[in-house]
């Protein structure tokens, strides 16, 4: 199983970005799936998840301004980061909890994209 991110970049404060996270290889079903980032010099923390029946969960910091969605059909979860402000700057990575075809429950990351906030 594979997860591969798109999306990241550079944008000015007050922007928007959309990441979109695509898991594929010998799925069954996806259970939870999640955007995490690690800013420089911070741990890496829980931006927002969701789990298999939409139910969302965000950090404070992101309440408001990101919402995380997900597209069972296409195994895929984006991100959509509106308003973006410099303390958002991190590599973003998503992780999936997979259950493959032979029915067990595997966590998955992704690469990481690194999402850059200019003030």
């Known amino acids: 199983v594979q997860l591969v991110e798109f999306g990241g970049g550079l944008v000015q404060a007050g922007g928007s970005l959309r990441l979109s996270c695509a898991a594929s290889?010998?799925?069954?079903?996806?259970?939870?799936m999640g955007w995490y980032r690690r800013a420089p010099g911070k741990e890496r923390e829980l931006v927002a998840g969701i789990n298999s029946i939409g139910t969302t969960n965000y950090a404070d910091s992101v309440k408001g301004r990101f919402t995380i969605s997900r597209d069972n059909a296409k195994n895929t979860v984006y991100l959509q980061m509106n308003s973006l402000k410099p303390e958002d700057t991190a590599v973003y990575f998503c992780n999936a909890m997979v259950v493959t075809t032979n029915w067990y429950e595997y966590e998955y990351w992704g690469q990481g994209t690194q999402v850059t906030v200019s003030s």
């Open positions: 290889g010998t799925i069954f079903s996806i259970n939870a």
